[in-house]
């Protein structure tokens, strides 16, 4: 029998420019406790960030995204937040900040596999819809 556990998600967004408000969601940190799981699926749009601030510097937003990756995965190479336990690191990345990168409030649901959620989520709040399939 599948069991169904909850999970606690962040859509983790790029503000450029933190005065204007405009932002791009290039990721999606998605944590659930049951299943002892903790991942983060990243997918920077350059050219839509650009498009909001030609001046954005990709090498800091790349080095901060990655850091999220690191962060999730846990251990020595993530620092002392790495040292945490799972939902302490969520926790650490889903707290509010007023830097370039953002996350969004916490947002809950259920699900029977957490990588697939993930996934989907991914593909829901970040990736650009295809546009061809927009067209029709």
Avoid at 48 to 68: H, N
Avoid at 96 to 123: E, F, M, W
Wanted: hydrophobic letters at 45%.
């Amino acid at each position: 029998m599948v069991t169904e556990v909850t999970y606690d998600y962040v859509i983790v967004r790029v503000v450029p420019r933190v005065e204007r408000g405009e932002r791009v969601n290039v990721g999606v940190i998605l944590s659930c406790v049951d299943a002892e799981f903790l991942d983060a699926r990243i997918a920077l749009d350059e050219r839509r960030l650009c498009a909001l601030d030609g001046g954005v510097d990709l090498e800091a937003v790349r080095a901060g995204l990655d850091s999220i990756r690191r962060i999730c995965a846990g251990g020595p190479d993530a620092g002392a937040i790495g040292e945490l336990p799972p939902r302490g690191r969520f926790r650490w990345l889903a707290s509010p900040r007023s830097t370039i990168i953002q996350t969004s409030r916490v947002h809950t649901g259920r699900t029977c596999d957490p990588v697939a959620t993930l996934d989907r989520l991914l593909a829901t709040v970040v990736l650009a819809p295809d546009a061809d399939a927009a067209r029709r």
